[in-house]
């Protein structure tokens, strides 16, 4: 059975910061693709980023490009995104999932991110 179990959410100021993990089970995870995405309040899912298996190519969003990274312990099978220079439009649920690309497939459920002053 697939397990996908995601931590690190919080409410953070804008500029700051936060690392997720997503700690994952049931499957062959150091020959997967993984990815992020979420959810804001109101919006349809979007999504995030994702690497390849092995870890040497990563893809972002435009909208987290240059404050997201997406990086992977296989050692671990745990997925981790560390976010930067957050602002108040990164809120919402975010979910680590199987793939590359896109928003469907399999996925956790959920850590919230909320940024706020």
């Known amino acids: 059975e697939v397990q996908l179990v995601e931590s690190g959410g919080g409410l953070v100021q804008p500029g700051g910061s936060l690392r997720l993990s997503c700690a994952s089970s049931?499957?062959?995870?150091?020959?997967?693709?993984m990815k992020w995405i979420r959810q804001a309040p109101g919006k349809e899912l979007e999504y995030v980023s994702s690497?390849?298996?092995?870890?040497?190519?990563?893809y972002y969003a435009d909208a987290v490009k240059g404050r997201f990274t997406i990086s992977r312990d296989d050692a671990e099978n745990t997925l981790y995104l560390q976010m930067t220079s957050l602002i108040t439009e990164d809120t919402a649920v975010y979910y680590c999932g199987i793939g590359l690309v896109g928003t469907a497939g399999p996925r956790g459920q959920g850590t919230q991110v909320t940024v706020s002053s």
């Open positions: 690497i390849n298996s092995g870890g040497l190519t990563t």
């Open positions: 049931g499957f062959d995870f150091i020959s997967t693709y």
